[in-house]
């Protein structure tokens, strides 16, 4: 079997649980978390499986299919479309969430993979109609241009934030590498964590 024919053959699955996470966790971008693949029995079974998670403090007990990512279970079966989808390969950081209060790339992994966890969006920072001070900092320091990276720098920054209130400069820049803005509006996405740190937004979150 030629290159090409064997990489058609390989699943969506295979390749996430193979390969995607792992490239990710370990080597690339090293404080964003691996996600943990259980051992399912049926790999290739495409017939629904039960997903029991809480995304934003609500409980969700669905049958999916189980090569969903937790991208798409979350924009196509919840409507929660801040979550971006852009390179859909684990390259940019558009899809960030937090994972049992750590940062992932969403698009690539397995929704299922999420069974039993906490999931938290940009949806989940608002309160009712009230920005998060995280959101507002990035408001009223112009961390975004676009916008369209803007919920996932935003997640990124709020896990780095949740384990470290008071991160310095260089921390926050490694903290956020994984979080490719196309406009480069980088110094200001710094600046935007650096002052939200500055005005004690987890006392107030
Ligand atoms: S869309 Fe997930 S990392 Fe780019
Ligand atoms: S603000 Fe446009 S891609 Fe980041």
Redesign the pocket.
């Known amino acids: 079997m030629g290159e090409e024919s064997q990489k058609k053959g390989l699943s969506r699955r295979k390749f996430i649980q193979g390969v995607g996470t792992g490239v990710i966790g370990s080597a690339v971008l090293p404080h964003v978390i691996k996600a943990q693949h259980e051992t399912r029995a049926a790999d290739e079974d495409t017939t629904g499986q039960l997903l029991d998670v809480k995304v934003n403090g609500k409980r969700y007990r669905v049958e999916i299919d189980p090569q969903t990512t937790l991208a798409e279970f979350l924009r196509d079966e919840l409507n929660l479309t801040g979550t971006k989808i852009i390179c859909n390969q684990g390259e940019c950081g558009?899809c960030t969430v937090l994972l049992n209060d750590k940062a992932v790339y969403s698009c690539h992994m397995l929704a299922l993979d999420a069974n039993g966890k906490e999931v938290v969006t940009i949806e989940g920072l608002m309160n009712g109609e009230v920005i998060h001070p995280l959101q507002k900092a990035f408001l009223e320091k112009d961390g975004?241009?676009?916008?369209?990276?803007?919920p996932g720098?935003i997640m990124a920054a709020y896990a780095l934030l949740k384990e470290n209130p008071h991160p310095t400069k260089e921390e926050v820049m490694f903290n956020m590498s994984g979080n490719?803005?196309?406009?480069?509006?980088y110094p200001k996405?710094v600046d935007s964590v650096l002052y939200a740190a500055e005005q004690q937004w987890s006392k107030k979150s």
């Open positions: 558009g975004y241009q676009c916008g369209f990276c803007t720098q490719i803005c196309r406009c480069g509006a996405i």
